[in-house]
């Protein structure tokens, strides 16, 4: 790999953790949300040409802000906005500017909370539901449009229609950076939760790239979570997804071996997942039921996690419960993604064939054919049933459909163990 290739890479490493941080800061100066995504993407395309003849910053983060804010400061002055509002804002980055060599210490030390305020405006009622946790993900979480489209299994070209769709709308309409209250934050809520939750699944198992793991947005979700019960204190979901996230979050040094190759659930050493945060994770789930909301998606998702946390050994899971809460969280929310899961659990609980036929009747639906967690589990289920021809097939199907290189190791090595196990031909 060339010096230009290997800077390149690491600019986008880069750009990947600080992009968040760098639209939640001049959001919060410009009120502009795609304003602010614009002056980001252009501080990127200035390191893209600096930084290979320069190298990279000691500071990089630094050095992005400071660029996106002096960008901010050109725009300002070539719109001439003179206004009191824009003078003041135009003042705070001067300010800031001025402030650079101790840029670093000062970036949204609260960036939960700030994020959150991005998140609620982007989840305004304006916006088509649909357009909502896509934007957000987008230009305030930093996901790719192709990580969208896998994360609600649908086109990518639909995506990026509807997140430039839902910029336009926020760019025309002005509308307000805050956190609502009352009526307007019931109105949002839903929303939110299902963006706080989506960045917190492409972080537990990324999407795409080279790992398994992006701890820096599972650690965002979870702040955003236990901000949002604060600012939600009855709102039984809130909960429900936070208890949701401590659950799987505690099983986080167990995920991985020293090589970063995932390690699958029934495979983990469970010595290692995380106590204070399993008990953490079933308080918020007692909480959730306290409040009535025990039947709730994602209340529903922390019981079936739970079940796992109260495991001490595999064999000790209950999977004839855990199957039993997929059965009602599959009538509640409709999502192949469940009925999918329930095929692994049911699996468990009652045999292999059991989950082949619930995966039969998923085979044909749109949403499920590029997903390569179908031929995957498929091929486990084949694996135990020892038709370990029709395994391999499945598992290199899955292959094919995977975008995560540690994902690929993985179903690359079971369709290897499964080739092995077919007998050989007389």
Request: charged residues 25%.
């Amino acid at each position: 790999m060339s010096l230009t290739a290997e800077t390149h890479r690491a600019i986008l490493a880069v750009w990947r953790i600080e992009q968040p941080r760098l639209i939640t800061g001049l959001a919060r100066m410009l009120r502009d949300i795609p304003l602010a995504e614009e002056l980001t993407q252009e501080a990127l395309v200035t390191a893209l040409e600096r930084w290979p003849q320069t190298g990279v910053p000691e500071r990089p983060g630094a050095w992005l802000m400071a660029t996106a804010r002096r960008r901010a400061l050109d725009h300002l002055r070539r719109r001439k906005m003179l206004a009191r509002k824009h003078d003041q804002v135009a003042w705070e980055l001067e300010d800031a500017q001025n402030a650079m060599p101790d840029l670093d210490a000062s970036l949204d030390d609260d960036i939960g909370d700030e994020m959150l305020r991005l998140i609620f405006t982007a989840c305004h009622p304006r916006l088509s539901q649909e357009a909502r946790a896509a934007l957000a993900l987008r230009m305030i979480c930093g996901l790719t449009t192709e990580e969208i489209a896998r994360a609600f299994l649908q086109p990518v070209a639909t995506i990026g229609q509807r997140i430039v769709r839902a910029k336009k709308t926020l760019s025309d309409s002005g509308l307000a950076y805050e956190t609502p209250r009352g009526e307007e934050l019931a109105q949002r809520l839903a929303s939110v939760l299902e963006v706080v939750y989506l960045i917190f699944n492409e972080g537990y198992t990324a999407a795409k790239g080279d790992d398994w793991l992006r701890p820096q947005l599972c650690a965002e979700a979870l702040r955003m979570g236990r901000v949002l019960v604060a600012v939600a204190p009855t709102e039984p979901e809130a909960y429900g997804l936070l208890a949701l996230m401590e659950l799987n979050a505690s099983r986080t040094a167990a995920r991985t071996d020293a090589e970063g190759q995932p390690i699958l659930l029934m495979d983990q050493d469970r010595s290692r997942w995380d106590q204070l945060q399993i008990r953490r994770g079933l308080k918020a789930l007692a909480r959730a039921a306290e409040l009535g909301g025990q039947g709730g998606a994602y209340a529903l998702q922390a019981a079936i996690v739970a079940c796992h946390a109260r495991a001490e050994q595999p064999q000790d899971t209950d999977w004839i419960q855990i199957s039993g809460l997929y059965g009602r969280l599959a009538e509640l929310t409709g999502s192949p993604v469940v009925e999918l899961n329930r095929a692994i659990a049911v699996g468990m609980a009652d045999g292999p064939a059991a989950g082949l036929a619930i995966l039969d009747t998923l085979a044909e639906h749109p949403a499920m054919r590029a997903y390569h967690l179908l031929p995957s589990v498929r091929g486990d289920l084949l694996f135990r049933l020892g038709r370990h021809g029709e395994a391999r097939e499945a598992f290199e199907a899955a292959l094919a459909l995977a975008a995560n290189r540690r994902e690929q190791d993985l179903l690359r090595r079971r369709a290897a163990e499964a080739a092995a196990l077919i007998p050989a031909r007389s």
